[in-house]
């Protein structure tokens, strides 16, 4: 807490801006507001902290603009799901990361702006995107499978950047068919850095200047989509499933350079949450063997008799279990932002446009008073109707955001990790090295677990069959 001097200096400037938002609780703001909570903290510590301490809404300060940090479900589907939610954009996030990204995709787009023209034409919201979501269980059991071969030689595991790369070569063999190079994910990576110090500068935007050559890897980058874009027009296969044949296949018209950045910007989207979700999952399964176990044996058991489909997949329902338990327990991302576009009335008072909106999940994902065992890592919470109980985007569980804005890639990154984990499962343990709390960075809006170390260890008996992925 500021101390009395900084409280009094607050009051004494600012203090008649306070008045109309007296009936919110928060802590007591100073010089620099309440942003002094924030630093050298996570703020999704801090935001669940403010929640079991002031309860579903709390009021901040940003120096002297007045925000909120929501951890009521109601007042986050206002925000998130109601037909106000025009009102709320994304917040400085888009701007942050614009550069790295482009325009012809949906996650940068405003609300009031071409949001809902951009969101149609993801691959997502495609009428045959089930169909092609089940066509790739298949090629992504086999990259999965060719990465743990690679891994299976290393005597020593760095897991966070190791299932990076292991998630990135899997999402391209499901969109473009096959791995790509050391240079496609070299040059992804220095755009993420590059948003990332955007994202986490304390100085304006205009003053963070990108790296070396920033435009150039950024051509680089779009560009091999698009010339991979150009000779798939060209062979026209029938049979290929990955997501930019079968786009070309049911939309020939669809501009070269908006799918190619449909395409790359997909990493972006999900390559570093979902290997991060994998990471926490691994972590949990080694604080509770028997959970782990249990996976292995279901994982067998589906591959014992060939390679993985949508129907097996389908049916792996400890595998779903343990993916939705570490979505809950350790999201990715656990702080979403929205800021008002005009003054909006929001718990009861008036938000200046251009206040700061904090959504972090962490609270409600352990709130006591809605989850039995909130800490304990219980994927058995998840069978016989759990789901049900409390789905994707629900008011207690949210981990890729709620409503219409919510991630355009979910459904996507549940099939890979369901895939992922069965195939890890039924051909390796992974043993760490600890299986205290990892500590936790922050990396292009996402939870960044550190020191999370350890080897595979090949099982008695690995039953995975099928063909490897080609190698670009």
Same mark, same amino acid.
């Given at each position: 807490m500021p101390n009395a001097l900084s409280r009094g200096i607050f009051k004494l400037f600012f203090g008649a801006k306070r008045k109309p938002f007296a009936s919110l609780p928060g802590p007591q703001p100073g010089i620099l507001g309440t942003a002094g909570d924030f630093l050298g903290a996570s703020p999704w510590d801090v935001c669940a902290r403010y929640g079991r301490e002031y309860g579903g809404v709390t009021l901040i300060w940003m120096g002297p603009n007045p925000g909120l940090v929501l951890n009521d479900p109601a007042l986050i589907?206002?925000?998130?799901?109601? %037909?106000?939610? =025009?009102?709320? &954009?994304?917040?400085?996030?888009? &701007?942050?990361? /614009? *550069?790295?990204?482009?325009?012809?995709?949906?996650?940068?787009?405003?609300?009031?702006?071409?949001?809902?023209?951009?969101? +149609?034409?993801? %691959?997502? +919201?495609?009428?045959?995107? *089930? &169909?092609?979501?089940? !066509?790739?269980?298949? *090629? =992504?059991?086999?990259?999965?499978? &060719?990465?743990? !071969?690679?891994?299976?030689?290393?005597? /020593?595991?760095? #897991?966070?950047?190791?299932?990076?790369?292991? $998630?990135?070569? +899997?999402?391209?063999?499901?969109?473009?068919?096959?791995?790509?190079?050391?240079?496609?994910?070299?040059?992804? =990576?220095?755009?993420?850095?590059?948003?990332?110090?955007?994202?986490?500068?304390?100085?304006?935007?205009?003053?963070?200047?990108? %790296?070396?050559?920033?435009?150039?890897?950024?051509? /680089?980058?779009?560009?091999?989509?698009?010339?991979?874009?150009?000779?798939?027009?060209?062979?026209?296969?029938?049979?290929?499933?990955?997501?930019?044949?079968?786009?070309?296949?049911? $939309? *020939?018209?669809? !501009?070269?350079?908006?799918?190619? @950045? =449909?395409?790359?910007? $997909?990493? #972006?989207?999900?390559?570093?949450?979902?290997?991060?979700?994998?990471?926490?999952? #691994? @972590?949990?399964?080694?604080?509770? %063997?028997?959970?782990?176990? /249990?996976?292995a044996s279901e994982a067998a058991s589906l591959v014992a008799d060939g390679p993985l489909t949508s129907q097996k997949l389908e049916a792996a329902k400890w595998a779903e279990a343990v993916a939705y338990e570490a979505l809950r327990i350790l999201p990715a991302v656990r702080v979403m932002t929205r800021t008002p576009s005009k003054d909006a009335q929001l718990a009861g008072v008036t938000l200046p446009a251009g206040s700061m909106i904090m959504i972090s999940n962490q609270h409600l994902h352990r709130d006591p008073k809605h989850w039995e065992d909130p800490d304990t890592f219980k994927p058995e919470r998840w069978l016989d109707g759990g789901i049900a109980r409390d789905p994707l985007g629900s008011g207690y569980f949210f981990p890729f955001g709620r409503g219409p804005r919510a991630c355009v890639g979910a459904d996507f990154a549940m099939v890979f990790l369901k895939t992922a984990l069965a195939t890890i499962a039924s051909r390796v343990k992974v043993q760490l090295d600890s299986t205290e709390p990892f500590e936790e960075g922050f990396f292009f809006g996402v939870v960044l677990p550190k020191g999370v170390t350890g080897k595979l260890v090949e099982r008695a008996a690995p039953a995975l069959q099928g063909v490897r992925a080609r190698s670009a």
């Open positions: 589907a206002e925000v998130y799901e109601s %037909p106000r939610r =025009m009102e709320f &954009e994304k917040g400085n996030i888009s &701007e942050q990361i /614009r *550069p790295s990204t482009t325009d012809d995709t949906a996650f940068t787009a405003e609300l009031r702006g071409d949001w809902v023209q951009k969101r +149609a034409l993801e %691959p997502s +919201a495609q009428s045959w995107a *089930p &169909e092609a979501l089940a !066509d790739l269980v298949g *090629p =992504m059991q086999a990259a999965i499978s &060719e990465s743990v !071969d690679a891994l299976l030689k290393k005597d /020593r595991i760095d #897991f966070a950047p190791a299932l990076r790369r292991l $998630t990135f070569d +899997a999402f391209s063999v499901a969109q473009v068919g096959e791995k790509l190079t050391d240079q496609v994910f070299e040059d992804f =990576m220095l755009l993420a850095r590059a948003a990332d110090a955007r994202i986490q500068s304390k100085l304006p935007l205009k003053f963070v200047k990108p %790296p070396k050559d920033f435009e150039a890897v950024k051509a /680089r980058f779009y560009g091999h989509f698009v010339d991979r874009i150009r000779e798939a027009r060209k062979r026209q296969d029938p049979r290929a499933v990955d997501l930019m044949s079968r786009y070309l296949r049911e $939309t *020939p018209g669809i !501009d070269d350079q908006v799918l190619a @950045h =449909m395409l790359g910007g $997909t990493y #972006f989207g999900g390559a570093f949450s979902s290997s991060v979700t994998l990471v926490g999952a #691994f @972590h949990q399964l080694n604080k509770y %063997p028997d959970a782990d176990a /249990r996976l």
